[in-house]
């Protein structure tokens, strides 16, 4: 008995729109529970620009753009959405590229889990789809692989179009207050040290949150409570989110005070949002996919500023890019990206089509969720040294990524420190 | 008969709120730590106020802020529910026997006997005067326990983090503050009015935090501050000592006796020790013994009769307990066993309770016996019970002798006063049995008497109705004894320290 795909009806006719430029790779988007999984996007892999159009079937597909596309992607989606499989347009036949399509769904997958600051729990579903799309005949062929298991083999899996099929999802979010402060070692110590530091905050930060008390609606209720579904179809639902913590205890009785060259503070507040899926969705689903959506914007944002905090001296103060949320029409759902301050929604814009290949009208998009960081230089005290600065009205000129888009900017070393804080986090039921 | 105090306290509700507070200050140079501290220290009480300040009501869906009078579940709660109606939302309730030792004079009873005692001891008597009359008093309390929280969720927008460097050489401290404040409300008080309560609780649990942190402080080491609760005699109940981690009672002696004086409380028996600390309910003893098992029995009543039992608490120790198979040879060391437990849970001594082995080693050691002693199963009588608790406890000890056992018929008032002045266990051993005597009933008119005997050659598990039924604590008669056997009583003699 295979996994059963509720795809909705756009999907269809997006893949099909695609067919003429086969071959073609791209990602299907969506949710997964138990019962079943819904298909609600898919977005192709785009065209690399250095290299020339249309290779031959026969040449091995670009991996390593192809998994840079998916991390990109699966930044740009809420809580509760994920990249769920791999697409491949062809007009070969179907049987013949299953080992494509297998190499290509783990290759993603683990590209995906490196930047996870979480390990799957033993409830996550772990079976990922593959779909070939027979470019000249249309016909789609279906497939599963258990992405945990390295041996597994393909499984059928049943593929329906549907419309409507995130129409009533309910949608959870909150505004929640961020705030790691962290010691740095003495001055002189090794270089690493920022980052070890930074990573060992975020932890303790991650460690509280998932431990949190979750109210949901101003309500703590148990995890297995099914939240009612909206009264009526097709009205969006949404809960308010709480998330109540308490620090992480070292349980010690003595305590030292340490020589210390200095402190690194994240301090501000972030939007988090999660989707859910129509099919009784419980209290636990909701509170798992707000906190890790919450984690990974924390995390993805911080990464965006961290090369340029550890390559200069000067720079003391950073803001990180606001989230700007777009609600997809239509759908149900929506997606997101990060936006700095010297951008301007254009550059939203152009990154939602290029990554995503969303055509999104700048009316379309909700800016109102996060506000930009008022920041502040002021002048050190004569006889203090740099210290502390208080809340004025000059705007700190932020990091701008390198070229217009996210995508080739390899951030390899911050790559490793957050998936280094990775294997040390985990989120779990 | 349990003699009973007209005032015995209304049943109330003790609340209890725990949680961690983050200590985190960044003093320039060694000479600023304190001042830094201090700051800290003043931004924590100023967080009592704030209104991300969340108790949530454990074993239950409620959630307070008590800064903004808010209340969850909205609607159903709210700052002028009863304390009596919370208990509703709670799963399990946790209900706490109390057992208050408290000393009353009693005038009347005795003067009329007053120039008997005094021919037949007067230092008696005047233990006598002083603490006429022990009683236990049973009161129940409902314990309502909470968790300290914080919460990040806000209202937005709110303008996104922003990363903050400040390179400095200077010093970091951080540590976490272990909060646990309690306060005593009525049933038909408002929850409104105790939670403030709680928050001036906290407020000034703080206050006394900083001054344990700053007062203990050695160089660069903070000693982390550590509350603990006593039970004082009534009407004073419950009171909280903040005292700092890991330096050991014997080092604390100036502060409780600036305590004793404080809270008006005698010097010869302690009472802010730290094994005195109070147990609530949910504090499971981790070590699997039973205590205090005779709270469950019906006590006996005799015509004109009163009860004379232990005081505090005891652990129950027989046979083939800590997989030791003692049995047969191992009473006296199990009753033995009891009676240290007696002394270390009442803080008169930090060693833990000594193993056979110990207590052998004990007795070669001061030369009582050989070295083959050591790992033999030879039995040991009350002299040698009492030269062990000298020996490892420092406690000394009374020891009585009966010729025959239908003389300890007679003993009622020696026991009785035992009870009354020194209240520990008593160990008895004769014929070829040792038992521990937990108090006696009796009668000063009659002269009729029961003795709590704990059995020490149980060897089954640490069941309560079990021992409780079959007599293994239970309340026994003078026919108990053997008639013609003789006994040897250890009486162990409650240091008079604090």
């Known amino acids: 008995m295979g996994r059963g795909y509720m795809v909705e009806e756009a999907v269809e006719r997006y893949l099909s729109s695609l067919c003429s430029s086969s071959p073609l790779t791209g990602l299907l988007l969506g949710q997964s529970s ?83 600051l979480w390990l799957s729990g033993d409830d996550d579903i772990s079976e990922r789809v593959t779909l070939h799309v027979n470019s000249t005949t249309r016909k789609t062929f279906c497939r599963t692989f258990d992405v945990r298991d390295p041996k597994s083999t393909a499984k059928p899996a049943d593929w329906r179009y549907q419309s409507g099929v995130c129409g009533s999802w309910p949608m959870v979010w909150s505004c929640v207050e961020v705030e790691i402060p962290v010691s740095l070692p003495p001055r002189g110590a090794r270089p690493g040290d920022l980052e070890t530091s930074l990573q060992e905050g975020l932890k303790l930060w991650a460690q509280q949150i998932e431990r949190g008390t979750f109210l949901l609606d101003g309500r703590k209720i148990s995890e297995d409570t099914e939240l009612t579904g909206p009264t009526k179809r097709n009205v969006k639902q949404s809960l308010q989110a709480q998330i109540l913590t308490t620090p992480v205890c070292p349980g010690e009785q003595v305590s030292q005070v340490g020589a210390s060259g200095g402190r690194v503070v994240l301090r501000g507040a972030v939007h988090t949002r999660a989707y859910l899926h129509g099919n009784k969705p419980t209290a636990r689903l909701a509170e798992k996919a707000l906190k890790r959506d919450l984690l990974s914007t924390v995390a993805l944002r911080l990464n965006m500023v961290l090369e340029e905090l550890m390559e200069t001296q000067e720079r003391d103060r950073l803001s990180l890019p606001t989230r700007v949320m777009c609600p997809l029409r239509g759908l149900g759902v929506g997606v997101c990206d990060y936006r700095f301050s010297d951008e301007g929604p254009l550059e939203v814009l152009d990154r939602l089509k290029e990554i995503l290949d969303l055509e999104v009208r700048q009316e379309d998009l909700d800016h109102t969720q996060e506000e930009e960081a008022v920041t502040v230089e002021t002048q050190p005290a004569p006889n203090e040294g740099v210290q502390r600065s208080e809340l004025q009205a000059a705007v700190v000129p932020p990091l701008k990524p390198q070229g217009r888009s996210y995508i080739g900017a390899a951030m390899a070393t911050v790559m490793a420190l957050l998936a280094a804080a990775a294997s040390l986090l985990y989120l779990d039921d | 008969m349990v003699y009973t105090d007209a005032t015995v306290p209304e049943n109330g509700i003790i609340w209890r709120v725990k949680g961690q507070l983050e200590l985190r200050c960044y003093p320039e140079s060694t000479d600023a730590i304190k001042k830094s501290i201090s700051q800290t220290f003043e931004t924590l009480r100023s967080q009592m106020k704030s209104e991300s300040l ?69 230092c008696m008597y005047v233990n006598v005067c002083m603490h006429a009359c022990t009683f236990m008093c049973v009161c129940m309390f409902v314990v309502i326990n909470l968790c300290l929280m914080k919460e990040v969720s806000r209202p937005g927008p709110l303008p996104v983090p922003t990363l903050t460097r400040t390179l400095q050489s200077g010093h970091a401290l951080l540590t976490t503050l272990p909060m646990d404040c309690v306060i005593r409300s009525t049933a038909h008080q408002p929850i409104g009015v105790a939670c403030n309560h709680l928050l001036d609780a906290l407020t000034s649990q703080l206050s006394e935090m900083e001054k344990a942190a700053l007062q203990n402080m050695k160089g660069t080491t903070l000693l982390v501050p550590e509350p603990y609760h006593f039970l004082l005699p009534e009407p004073r109940g419950l009171v909280t000592i903040v005292y700092p981690a890991g330096v050991p009672d014997s080092q604390l002696e100036s502060h409780r006796k600036e305590l004793h004086g404080r809270f008006d409380l005698p010097e010869d028996r302690p009472y802010f020790r730290k094994p005195n600390a109070f147990r609530f309910p949910d504090q499971v003893h981790k070590d699997g013994y039973l205590r205090n098992p005779h709270q469950v029995l019906t006590h006996p009543s005799l015509d004109n009769g009163k009860l004379y039992l232990v005081q505090g608490v005891y652990s129950y120790h027989h046979y083939m307990q800590d997989r030791m198979e003692d049995n047969g040879w191992g009473c006296a060391y199990r009753s033995l066993q009891t009676v240290c437990s007696w002394f270390q849970q009442q803080g008169y001594a930090e060693r833990p309770v000594p193993s056979h082995r110990e207590i052998q080693q004990a007795l070669v050691d001061m030369g009582d016996k050989q070295a083959s002693f050591v790992g033999s199963r030879q039995w040991i009588g009350s002299i040698e019970v009492a030269a062990v608790l000298d020996q490892l406890l420092g406690i000394t000890s009374k020891i009585m002798f009966v010729s025959q056992g239908c003389e300890l018929a007679s003993k009622g008032r020696e026991l009785a006063n035992h009870f009354l002045t020194e209240g520990t266990p008593v160990m008895i051993g004769g014929g070829v049995l040792a038992h521990t005597i937990l108090g006696v009933a009796w009668s000063e008119t009659t002269g009729q008497i029961r003795y709590l005997i704990l059995d020490p050659h149980y060897t089954g598990a640490e069941d309560l109705q079990v021992i409780s039924d079959k007599g293994w604590c239970g309340w026994k008669g003078p026919d108990f004894w053997d008639q013609t056997a003789y006994y040897n009583l250890c009486l162990p003699q409650r240091p008079r320290i604090f």
């Open chain 1, 34 to 116: 138990a019962q079943r999984d819904f298909v609600v996007m898919a977005t192709r892999t785009p065209q690399r620009e250095a290299c020339p159009l249309t290779p031959s079937p026969r040449d091995t597909l670009d991996m390593e753009w192809i998994n840079e596309h998916a991390r990109q992607v699966s930044r740009m989606l809420p809580g509760g959405l994920s990249v769920l499989g791999v697409f491949y347009i062809s007009d070969a036949e179907a049987k013949d590229t299953l080992i494509t399509l297998r190499q290509l769904v783990f290759a993603v997958q683990k590209s995906i889990s490196r930047d996870l």
């Open chain 2, 54 to 122: 969340v108790f949530t009501v454990c074993d239950s869906s409620v959630v307070i802020w008590p800064n903004k009078d808010v209340y969850s579940p909205h609607g159903e709660v709210s700052s002028n529910t009863l304390c009596e109606e919370l208990q509703r939302w709670i799963k399990c309730f946790h209900y706490l026997f109390v057992y208050s030792l408290c000393v009353i004079f009693v005038c009347v009873g005795l003067c009329e006997h007053t120039y008997m005692y005094l021919c037949v001891c007067a």
